[in-house]
């Protein structure tokens, strides 16, 4: 059972437009979301986080959109550039369980210059 | 700081034999995790320890998969015998205790022929 799901294996965007990656999740439970970054031969790097109190939190270019009662988040990256080029991972955990990040199966981004 | 260090890089091996991947997690993150990310998918969480206890072994296949974290810092996780289905990529990470977003090494591949 995915209780995480990123339904769009890829995606292609020119650069400076906006890049808009989706994230599906099952469980009522999860209340933390995470999206991480990976680079090929790298490990998934943190990129930004929100809780389930807040709809929206942004971090310079990036922003993440939680959607509860749809069970939906989003990352936009604005304007996006070619150094997003990546994957990108989208994760939930909940609050009785903390060490613990499911996963969904990673977008990858292209940017094209 | 330096990161969480993984080693090796690369692993090649034939089937039936014994394999071992070593994890230092940075210097203070009490908390220990190893993933699987098979091709394709995202991390799935193996192990997780607080200092030397492993408090969330429950994905882990016990029957040819083991794992140790002496003096809580340095991981070790152990695969005997090696099948086929086990190449992937084996992701370490560390944090803090009850923080959500933690720090991955770069991850041994893993072939089995």
């Known amino acids: 059972d995915q209780q995480v799901k990123q339904n769009s294996p890829s995606l292609s965007v020119q650069e400076g437009r906006i890049s808009i990656l989706n994230c599906d999740y099952t469980?009522?439970?999860?209340?933390?979301f995470l999206w991480y970054k990976k680079y090929p031969a790298e490990g998934p790097t943190f990129l930004i986080s929100?809780?389930?109190?807040?709809d929206k939190n942004e971090d310079g270019r990036f922003t993440v959109f939680l959607n509860k009662s749809a069970k939906h988040l989003s990352l936009h990256i604005v304007p996006s550039q070619p150094g997003d080029s990546a994957v990108y991972f989208c994760a939930a955990s909940a609050s009785s369980n903390t060490g613990k990040l499911i996963f969904g199966q990673g977008t990858t981004l292209q940017v094209k210059p | 700081e330096a990161g969480v260090v993984q080693s090796p890089r690369y692993k090649i091996i034939e089937k039936k034999q014994p394999v071992a991947f070593w994890c230092n997690p940075i210097s203070g993150h009490n908390t220990l995790y190893w993933y699987r990310q098979n091709l394709g998918q995202g991390p799935e969480l193996l192990i997780r320890?607080?200092?030397?206890?492993?408090?969330?072994d429950s994905q882990l296949p016990k029957d040819r998969f083991s794992a140790e974290r002496l003096k809580g810092v340095d991981s070790t996780l152990k695969i005997q015998p090696a099948e086929l289905g086990d190449s992937a990529v084996y992701l370490c990470?560390?944090?803090?205790?009850?923080?959500?977003?933690?720090?991955f090494g770069s991850g041994t591949r893993l072939t089995v022929v």
């Open positions: 469980n009522s439970m999860f209340d933390y």
């Open positions: 929100i809780s389930s109190i807040k």
């Open positions: 320890y607080e200092n030397e206890e492993a408090v969330d």
């Open positions: 990470a560390s944090s803090y205790p009850e923080v959500y977003g933690y720090t």
